[in-house]
């Protein structure tokens, strides 16, 4: 029968109690000679699933767990202590079942039974392996709007590495190594803990508080803030500087207008319940698996609920701009992916898009031919229409012939640069001459493209790269009038992503209104899977 360590026994112990010590008295003999009938078990039990068929017909159906050897005892002990711990990711625990899988290897009496448990057990590693590594959820299917493309491996290398290579370092690699990811997990067993204690308090019973008010409503804000962290231990029933200094903090790290007022908007993110910001934590821990790749040494990151877009150096913030995204109406919402930012264009045209041409154009054109006067429109040739001449009440949004552009100027839509990572989407960042947008807090006003608040700095810090004097040769082109393409020597990943709990530069977690409701979808989908808030003792 099968054998464990002394540490292994210990483990097991503590993950599951007496029914562990049972098991484990069950599993100290010596293991039976009966080799064809484990290998026919095993043949049998994964005939279902051709890459797990075919990696143990790949190695002559040795065993991967249930063998004998201190090998065999590791990689059973670090299987039942990683899915007993899968909760700890925010990973639905049930699923994997670890307390089941210890009593099916205790009631594994023959060669037969042993086989089938050994493909049992391979089965859930690699369930586990992929769920904790890329995700519980596929993306597309729980919001359209979310086009990543999750970096799946092949399930047998899991199966290659965890017989190649020592058992704990194969699942410490798992999970994402990011210091995001480990901050979210240790902001996760915080609020865990704070669910068990009750939470932060009595929620703030009032529309407004401002500097000069008293009462049993400022008494609530005080009490709650404190149990926040924003403010120190105070007594006092009067909103005063103190009071309206931890406002503004507050405002701050949850991307509020910072006024130090204590109005709707502010009250209702104060009022936001523990298990609201857990289930915001648990989501961004699943979002993670789903970038689980290389981000670069230098990539941009475009936080589209925190209308903000930064750029990276290895692993460090150094630039940083407003953005105003998709409006959260229609086909307009930002999409989520990533690919590579390889040129930009200062001067840029606007080629409108055919959905804004035909849907928002075309019926101004159907009443005045001469409108849009800024716009130039083409035929299929390339040749201008002529606008007294041109039927546009002959065409519907379907049958419309003609392509529009808006040529290079300080009023064009893309203002005076845009920055390409060519995608299917048609999705890229740019500059624009609404400037007054970014003096709004919530800013979703575009058709999908991302607009910054300072493009040219932006550009100067892509240029810095390749040139001693990027605002010069920036310059030197805008100034010419005329379109003109600069590539990037060294093409810049860009990821677009959608974090309503992100940790900042501080290491603090900070929180942004789920602008698209992406990530309230994501929570149910991930409910559906038997994913659970609880909270933690201690």
Not at 7 to 17: N, P
Not at 21 to 27: C, N, P, Q, R
Not at 358 to 366: A, N
Request: net charge positive; proline share 5%; charged share 25%.
């Amino acid at each position: 029968m099968l054998s464990y360590t002394a540490t292994a026994r210990s483990q097991a112990t503590k993950a599951f109690g007496a029914a562990a010590i049972t098991v484990f008295s069950l599993l100290s003999g010596p293991l039976a000679a009966q080799v064809t009938a484990f290998k026919q078990a095993v043949a049998q039990s994964a005939a279902q699933d051709e890459d797990i068929a075919a990696f143990y017909r790949d190695t002559d159906y040795a065993p991967v767990w249930t063998g004998a050897e201190e090998t065999h005892r590791e990689r059973r002990s670090e299987l039942l202590r990683a899915l007993a711990n899968a909760r700890a990711h925010g990973l639905p625990e049930a699923k994997y079942d670890a307390r089941g899988l210890l009593e099916d290897l205790g009631e594994a009496d023959t060669a037969w039974e042993r086989g089938v448990a050994e493909v049992t057990l391979t089965k859930a590693y690699l369930e586990y392996a992929r769920d904790i590594q890329t995700g519980i959820l596929i993306p597309s299917r729980v919001d359209n709007g979310i086009k990543r493309e999750v970096p799946y491996r092949e399930r047998r290398s899991y199966l290659v590495d965890i017989t190649s290579k020592p058992s704990a370092a194969v699942f410490r690699s798992l999970p994402p190594t990011t210091l995001e990811y480990n901050a979210l997990l240790k902001q996760k067993l915080t609020m865990e803990r704070l669910l068990v204690r009750g939470g932060w308090g009595p929620q703030v019973p009032s529309a407004k508080l401002e500097r000069g008010d008293s009462g049993a409503a400022v008494v609530a804000l005080r009490n709650r803030l404190i149990a926040m962290g924003f403010l120190a231990r105070s007594n006092t029933q009067v909103y005063d500087a103190e009071i309206e200094n931890a406002v503004f903090a507050f405002q701050r790290s949850h991307g509020l207008e910072e006024d130090g007022v204590a109005g709707e908007n502010t009250l209702v993110q104060i009022n936001k319940t523990v298990a609201e910001r857990l289930q915001s934590v648990v989501v961004a821990l699943e979002r993670e698996r789903w970038l689980n790749v290389e981000r670069g040494e230098r990539h941009i990151l475009v936080n589209l609920p925190d209308f903000h877009t930064r750029i990276i150096d290895n692993g460090k913030l150094t630039f940083m701009t407003r953005s105003v995204v998709g409006a959260r109406q229609d086909d307009r919402p930002t999409p989520e992916f990533s690919d590579v930012m390889d040129h930009m264009v200062i001067n840029p045209s606007w080629y409108v898009p055919r959905s804004i041409a035909t849907k928002e154009y075309l019926p101004v054109l159907k009443r005045n031919p001469y409108a849009l006067q800024h716009m130039e429109i083409t035929d299929n040739r390339g040749r201008k229409v002529n606008r007294g001449s041109a039927n546009f009440r002959a065409f519907s949004a379907r049958s419309f012939p003609y392509s529009m552009r808006q040529p290079p100027s300080r009023d064009n839509a893309l203002g005076l640069v845009k920055f390409m990572f060519p995608n299917k989407y048609n999705i890229y960042l740019h500059d624009t001459p609404a400037k007054s947008l970014f003096d709004q807090n919530v800013r979703d006003f575009s058709h999908g493209c991302v607009r910054l608040a300072e493009p040219f700095e932006f550009a100067y810090a892509l240029l810095a790269r390749q040139t001693d004097d990027p605002e010069g040769l920036f310059k030197k082109h805008l100034n010419s009038g005329r379109e003109t393409r600069v590539n990037l020597e060294q093409p810049v990943p860009v990821h677009l992503i959608y974090r309503t709990a992100f940790t900042n530069a501080r290491g603090v977690t900070e929180y942004r209104e789920d602008v698209y409701g992406r990530d309230g979808r994501i929570w149910d989908a991930l409910s559906r899977a038997g994913v659970t808030l609880g909270g933690v003792q201690g």
